[in-house]
């Protein structure tokens, strides 16, 4: 037996000292690199929570621009790091191509103790051991915003995303993995056997512009429609119907003239 035998009661959750040496990770996570401070240990139930934990506040790009995350996310090291190095790179090169500057990331999820894909019961979501991250778009110094899942962004751009997260990520879950994912990405260090990775992400094309569906349009050889209404109806037919339909001649017209350039685009 040692000096504390206290110690063997104590419940797992006892605030680990803070006199432990930073990590290998936190010693590289540099000002230089992103605004992070380490934040304490997380020891929530279910196996929730994580250690060398930091808040991420923002990015710094070579350039020393900072890349805010919005809001700060709470990941262990390792995932503030990957994050980090992904923005400063890859995410910083394509904006630039575009350019612009990468100038916000949008944060949609971090740490946070539940099932996978909140399913109550599940297998622990990576978010629940601060290692994932779940974003919707990245915001450029012009002011543009970058959708990742908006059809409506260029594919191109959308595709290079997806391959620079795939090769920097471990788990990369978007539009068409599961139907969890279609408005947002899902990035994660799941540490599997072998170096396991999954990329999902269907980079969908635009969808046909459809008109809407309207009621056809009446026939000029058509009886007025107060005529064809039941006798004793109620005065639901005259004007409103005859704007009703202007309004859905219009409407059907428009997608006519987008259906053209979208369809160049292929
Ligand atoms: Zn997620």
């Given at each position: 037996?040692?000096?504390?035998?206290?110690?063997?009661?104590?419940?797992?959750?006892?605030?680990?000292?803070?006199?432990?040496?930073?990590?290998?990770?936190?010693?590289?996570?540099?000002?230089?690199?992103a605004i992070a401070?380490?934040?304490?240990?997380?020891?929530?139930?279910?196996?929730?929570?994580?250690?060398?934990?930091?808040?991420l506040e923002a990015v710094v790009l070579?350039?020393?621009h900072q890349v805010a995350v919005r809001p700060e996310a709470?990941?262990?090291?390792?995932?503030?790091?990957?994050?980090a190095?992904?923005i400063?790179?890859?995410?910083?090169?394509?904006?630039?191509?575009?350019?612009?500057n990468i100038s916000e990331l949008d944060n949609?999820?971090?740490?946070?103790?539940?099932?996978?894909?909140?399913?109550?019961?599940?297998?622990?979501?990576?978010?629940?051991?601060?290692?994932?991250?779940?974003?919707?778009?990245l915001k450029l110094a012009?002011?543009?915003?970058?959708?990742?899942?908006?059809?409506?962004?260029?594919?191109?751009?959308?595709?290079?995303?997806?391959?620079?997260?795939?090769?920097?990520?471990?788990?990369?879950?978007?539009?068409?993995?599961?139907?969890?994912?279609?408005?947002?990405?899902?990035?994660?260090?799941?540490?599997?056997?072998?170096?396991?990775?999954?990329?999902?992400?269907?980079?969908?094309?635009?969808?046909?512009?459809?008109?809407?569906?309207?009621?056809?349009?009446?026939?000029?050889?058509?009886?007025?429609?107060?005529?064809?209404?039941?006798?004793?109806?109620?005065?639901?037919?005259?004007?409103?119907?005859?704007?009703?339909?202007?309004?859905?001649?219009?409407?059907?017209?428009?997608?006519?003239?987008?259906?053209?350039?979208?369809?160049?685009?292929?």
């Amino acid at each position: 037996m040692g000096g504390t035998p206290v110690e063997a009661d104590k419940p797992a959750e006892v605030p680990v000292a803070p006199s432990a040496q930073p990590s290998t990770c936190r010693l590289a996570l540099t000002e230089a690199i992103a605004i992070a401070p380490s934040i304490p240990d997380i020891h929530g139930r279910g196996g929730c929570g994580g250690h060398d934990l930091v808040r991420l506040e923002a990015v710094v790009l070579p350039d020393n621009h900072q890349v805010a995350v919005r809001p700060e996310a709470i990941l262990r090291c390792e995932m503030a790091t990957a994050v980090a190095n992904w923005i400063r790179t890859d995410v910083n090169a394509l904006a630039s191509k575009l350019g612009s500057n990468i100038s916000e990331l949008d944060n949609f999820d971090s740490y946070e103790c539940r099932g996978r894909n909140r399913v109550a019961g599940a297998q622990l979501s990576e978010h629940g051991r601060a290692n994932a991250l779940d974003i919707r778009s990245l915001k450029l110094a012009n002011g543009r915003v970058i959708s990742l899942t908006d059809r409506n962004v260029p594919r191109d751009l959308r595709e290079a995303v997806l391959h620079s997260a795939c090769t920097r990520f471990a788990t990369v879950l978007g539009p068409g993995s599961d139907g969890f994912h279609e408005d947002h990405i899902h990035l994660d260090l799941m540490d599997r056997r072998n170096d396991y990775r999954i990329c999902q992400w269907d980079v969908w094309d635009p969808l046909p512009q459809k008109a809407p569906m309207l009621p056809a349009k009446r026939p000029e050889q058509a009886p007025p429609r107060e005529v064809a209404a039941k006798p004793g109806g109620e005065s639901d037919v005259d004007k409103p119907a005859a704007e009703e339909d202007s309004a859905a001649s219009a409407a059907a017209e428009k997608p006519t003239a987008e259906k053209r350039s979208t369809k160049k685009r292929r």
